[in-house]
């Protein structure tokens, strides 16, 4: 018996192939919002615009006033995780801040709420 490598990025490939073809049909993962205060866990539903949407669905009471990143209002801090906005936000916020009300999360988040 021979061994190719060729065989084997030839399998590599078509398995690549499959498992991508997989993934992109396979329904979005929905990521989990921890609030770092209570301990709680809350899903993110994926129709939701923004963080802020997504805690009020879940009543959690957070400030806010224009919506938009604007205003600042809303800014909270986060302690993992990532977050994607919409929009750059006009409002300032320090390294570790988010606005939840022009942003959504990007995998699991825990913020301090």
Not at 24 to 42: D, N, Q, R, V, W
Not at 60 to 76: I, K, L
Not at 97 to 104: D, G, N, T
């Amino acid at each position: 018996m021979s061994f190719s490598p060729y065989q084997d990025s030839t399998l590599a490939a078509d398995d690549a192939a499959s498992i991508e073809a997989e993934m992109a049909s396979a329904e979005p993962l929905t990521p989990t919002i921890t609030l770092a205060l209570s301990g709680a866990k809350l899903a993110f539903t994926h129709g939701k615009a923004s963080l802020l949407e997504a805690l009020e669905h879940h009543n959690v009471q957070v400030e806010y006033q224009c919506r938009s990143g604007y205003c600042g209002s809303c800014r909270c801090k986060m302690t993992k995780g990532r977050v994607v906005y919409r929009q750059q936000p006009l409002a300032f916020i320090n390294e570790g801040e988010i606005l939840p009300c022009c942003c959504h999360p990007d995998g699991d988040i825990e913020v301090e709420l």
